[in-house]
């Protein structure tokens, strides 16, 4: 995969939450295949299963691939080890996601040596979500091909803001010479237009166009 082919595009985050019917393979790979199929041009897709199952239905299509896990003790969840890294590449996934944070992650891996592992062994992209400028600034010291704005308004040190994150968006495109997607909050085509025109190199929009599970509760808690 080349990088050309998401340049300017939407990219769509094609997701479930794990308790939810839709949290299944064929689902998600159904999911997919519409948003491709009303011209996306690429998708991101968590987990090895959901992974493999839409490469086998759509082919080459571009793949941001990552792996939710949680462990006991840290906030890192995005890919948070080599040994995720190397399932979701091996399931299909062109580019890897990890958490680009400075945070600990478990087993003691660090940032650099994951990032330097996954080009090195797997000889995949690697795309470093990112909540702050200095997270941005480190990843893209420790070797990532692009950084994305994915945990503005999701860590300890950004919770009092609200994503879109076009305010860092703007700062990393103005600090870094590498690919920045806006990831994060885009509620409407406005504003994934808005996040192209400050200079996105693409956008992922993903509750806002497959979060099922999400929209009907927001509708629920304003019923009740």
Known sequence: MKLEQI?????VSCQAPSDS???HEKIIAAIAQACIGRGAAGLRLDTPAHIR???HCLGSIPIIGLWKRQFSGYDVYITPRFQEAMAIAQAGADI??????????PHGENLKELVKRIKGELGKLVMADVDTLNNAIVAAEAGVDLVGTTLYGYTQETQHLSPPG???LTDIIEKLDIPVICEGGIQ????G????ELGAYAIVVGAAITGI???VQAFQSVID
Do not use: C, M, N
Request: proline share 9%.
């Open 7 to 11: 340049k300017s595009k939407l990219i």
């Open 21 to 23: 019917p839709l949290h």
């Open 53 to 55: 199952e839409v490469r």
């Open 96 to 105: 890897i996601a990890i958490d680009g944070t400075i945070r600990p992650r």
């Open 166 to 168: 076009f305010s860092l």
């Open 188 to 191: 409407t085509p406005q504003q």
């Open 193 to 196: 237009k808005t996040a192209l």
């Open 213 to 215: 599970d999400l929209k």
